[in-house]
Nanobody
């Protein structure tokens, strides 16, 4: 099970980016999907999760009110709209399948991730 994240780039503080997540070899509506990020020298952390079956979502406090997770089931794609970006959002962003919204443990292999750099 692997998902590929894309859409990262360099943006100024206050700007926006939209990341996309597409699965390889499975239909993601079988699982909840999470966005994770890893900043230089830090542990990987969960940012946001969605259950494509019922649309329920979860956000880490650090991104609540600025990021929006969504899914397009017809396109088998999950998005992360990131607004009002701050330098602390700089990280490699990954998406992964998680067991459920109650058990947000990722499984499968990590894709390459996509780098988001926010300049001050």
């Amino acid at each position: 099970v692997q998902l590929q994240a894309s859409g990262g780039g360099l943006v100024q503080a206050g700007g926006s980016l939209r990341l996309s997540c597409e699965p390889s070899g499975f239909t993601f509506d079988d699982y909840a999907i999470g966005w994770f990020r890893q900043a230089p020298g830090k542990e990987r952390e969960g940012v946001s999760y969605i259950d494509p079956n019922d649309g329920s979502t979860y956000y880490a406090d650090s991104v609540k009110g600025r990021f929006t997770i969504s899914s397009d089931n017809a396109k088998n794609t999950v998005y992360l709209q990131m607004n009002r970006l701050i330098p602390e959002d700089t990280a490699v962003y990954y998406c992964a399948a998680v067991f459920s919204m109650d058990n947000q443990t990722p499984f499968g292999s990590w894709g390459q991730g996509t780098l988001v750099t926010v300049s001050s």
